[in-house]
C-alpha cells in the first residue's frame, strides 16, 4: 500500500472510532448514566477525600523569533491555559533564534520569550528543551536563566520529571536533549549542521555516553503509568528537508529502548510540521510550529496526520487511564486529536 492509501486507511480508522465513540452516548444509557452519577455524588458526600482533576499542560515548540506568528501562538496558549488552568508549559526547543543567547543580558530573553508571553495564565513553570539553534551560543546561559526567571526551567541540559497525577499514579516526562546524544553517534570527519557553533562540553563524544546511559537508567527505572520522552529532533518525520546522518542515526538509537522500556509518547519540533506518526506502538507527535513558518512535508508510511499550513500548540491532559492531546492553531482551532487509554493501544 502506497503512503497516501495507507494514510487515508489511517484516517478512516480514527473517524470509525469517533463515531463509535459519540453513538454510545445514546438517550438508552441515560438513565443508567444518571444512576452512576448519583452513587458517585454519594460517595463523594461520604468520603471527600482529595478530588484529583486531570493534569492540563501545553507544548510549544521552534517559537523563539519574535514574529507576530509567535505572539498570535502565544495568545491563543494563554486563552488555553487560562481555560484549563494548565499547569505548565513544555517546549519542544529552538527557544531563541537564530543563534540561542549568549548570556543572561541577551536581549533576546526579553524580545523573543519575556516580552511575547506576557498574560497572567502563562506565568507558570516552562519546562524547557534544548534545540539545534540553542546550541548554537550558550546552553550553560539558557541553564542559568532558570535561576533568574519565575518560570524558565533548565536545571541540566536533560532531565527527568516525575509528575503526581492521582493516588500512586504519575507520569514520567523525560526531556532529552538532542544535539547532546548525537555527539555519541557523530563518525569521524562527518559534518553536522552547526557544528563550528556547538560547544562540544555539551555535544561531544563525552557528553553523549554520559546523556545516553543516563537515559536508558531513568527509563529503566521509571515506575510512571505514562512515559513520554522529549528531544527536538524528530526520530521520523513528515517535512522534507536536509537531515545529516548524525539525525538519521538517532532513531536506530532510540527507538529499541523505546520499545523495550514502553515509552508511550516521543514529542519533538525542528520540523516546522504539526503531525502524529506510529511505529512500533510509540506515538510520534510532531509541533515545531510555534512561530517560524513551515516546511515542505509529505506523509511516510508511519504518518497518522499531518499539516504543514498553520503555526500553533498542543494542549495536554493527563488522567492515570487516558492522555488527549489536541494541535491547535493560532486561532484556537482543534486541528488533530489524539487519544491514548492506558490498555497501551491507540484510539
Ligand atoms: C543557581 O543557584 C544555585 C543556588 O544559589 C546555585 O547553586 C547554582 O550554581 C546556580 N546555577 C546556575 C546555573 O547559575
Ligand atoms: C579523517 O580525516 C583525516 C584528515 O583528513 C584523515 O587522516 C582520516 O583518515 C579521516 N578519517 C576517516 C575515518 O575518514
Ligand atoms: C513503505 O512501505 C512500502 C510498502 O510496504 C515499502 O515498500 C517501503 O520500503 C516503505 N518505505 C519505508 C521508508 O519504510
Redesign the pocket.
Known amino acids: 500500500?502506497?503512503?497516501v492509501a495507507?494514510l487515508r486507511r489511517l484516517q478512516r480508522q480514527l473517524t470509525l472510532k469517533v463515531q463509535f465513540q459519540q453513538n454510545r452516548f445514546h438517550a438508552a444509557l441515560l438513565l443508567p448514566l444518571l444512576a452512576i452519577i448519583s452513587l458517585c455524588v454519594a460517595w463523594g458526600l461520604l468520603y471527600s477525600g482529595p478530588v484529583h482533576k486531570p493534569l492540563y499542560f501545553l507544548s510549544v515548540g521552534d517559537y523563539g523569533t519574535g514574529s507576530v506568528e509567535q505572539r498570535a501562538v502565544g495568545n491563543q496558549m494563554a486563552e488555553a491555559a487560562e481555560k484549563h488552568g494548565a499547569e505548565f508549559v513544555l517546549t519542544v526547543g529552538d527557544n531563541f533564534y537564530p543563534r540561542g543567547i549568549k548570556d543572561l543580558n541577551d536581549p533576546l530573553i526579553k524580545s523573543n520569550f519575556e516580552d511575547i508571553y506576557v498574560e497572567k495564565s502563562l506565568q507558570i513553570p516552562w519546562y524547557i528543551t534544548l534545540g539545534d539553534h540553542d546550541h548554537r551560543e550558550s546552553v550553560a546561559a539558557q541553564i542559568a536563566y532558570s535561576n533568574v526567571s519565575k518560570r524558565w526551567q533548565l536545571p541540566s541540559p536533560y532531565y527527568i520529571m516525575n509528575i503526581p497525577l492521582s493516588g500512586i499514579h504519575t507520569l514520567d516526562i523525560i526531556v532529552t536533549d538532542s544535539v547532546g546524544l548525537e555527539g555519541l553517534l557523530v563518525k569521524e570527519n562527518e559534518t553536522r549542521r552547526f557544528e563550528n557553533d556547538y560547544d562540544m562540553t555539551y555535544a561531544g563524544l563525552e557528553a553523549g555516553r554520559r546523556q545516553f546511559e543516563w537515559l536508558t537508567e531513568v527509563l529503566a527505572n521509571s515506575k510512571a503509568d505514562w512515559r513520554i520522552v522529549v528531544g527536538h529532533r524528530p526520530l521520523q518525520s513528515c517535512a522534507d528537508r536536509k537531515r545529516f546522518p548524525v539525525e538519521e542515526r538517532l532513531r536506530d538509537l532510540l527507538l529499541p529502548l523505546f520499545v523495550e522500556y514502553g515509552v508511550h509518547v516521543y514529542m519533538h519540533g525542528h520540523d516546522h510540521v504539526g503531525q502524529h506518526l506510529l511505529d512500533k506502538g510509540v506515538v510520534y507527535v510532531g509541533n515545531g510550529v510555534g512561530g517560524f513558518g513551515v516546511h515542505p512535508a509529505r506523509a511516510?508510511?508511519n504518518t497518522v496526520w499531518f499539516r504543514n499550513d498553520y503555526m500553533g500548540f498542543i494542549t495536554h491532559k493527563v488522567t492515570p487511564s487516558l492522555m488527549e492531546f489536541k494541535y491547535k492553531n493560532h486561532k484556537g482551532v482543534t486541528m488533530h486529536k489524539i487519544i491514548l487509554k492506558q490498555d497501551y493501544s491507540e484510539m
Do not use: L
Open positions: 500500500m502506497g503512503p495507507r511516510t508510511n
